[in-house]
């Protein structure tokens, strides 16, 4: 198993900026990758960012160019830093790390952190 918690979500005002940190333990060896989800009130949960083992990075594109993610290995941490946010961007955000195997892929969760951005 692979535990995953997140911290560093809170209030900002629009245009402001958050660093969200994700740190794993547990089996983390094999880690394929790991990512940011965000969840607003209503709507389904969406990919924001992700990050491989090999340092490819994935973004939305609505978060493309305000958002960055990266990875402390020796830290086993993954950062989401978020800048010129907007109100749209307020969500409970969720860690993710996967592990794939032949034909499928395990995916584990952390419990979310909330981020509110205030017009």
């Known amino acids: 198993q692979v535990q995953l918690v997140e911290s560093g979500g809170g209030l900002v005002q629009a245009g402001g900026s958050l660093r969200l940190s994700c740190a794993a333990s547990?089996?983390?060896?094999?880690?394929?990758?790991m990512g940011w989800y965000r969840q607003a009130p209503g709507k389904e949960r969406e990919l924001v960012a992700t990050i491989t083992s090999g340092d490819d990075t994935n973004y939305a594109d609505s978060v493309k160019g305000r958002f960055t993610i990266s990875r402390d290995n020796a830290k086993n941490t993954v950062y989401l830093q978020m800048n010129s946010l907007k109100p749209e961007d307020t969500a409970v955000y969720y860690c993710?790390?996967?592990?794939?195997?032949?034909?499928?892929?395990?995916?584990?969760w952390g419990q979310g952190t909330q981020v509110t951005v205030s017009s």
């Open positions: 993710n790390a996967y592990k794939r195997v032949p034909g499928y892929r395990n995916d584990y």
């Open positions: 547990g089996s983390i060896f094999s880690i394929n990758g």
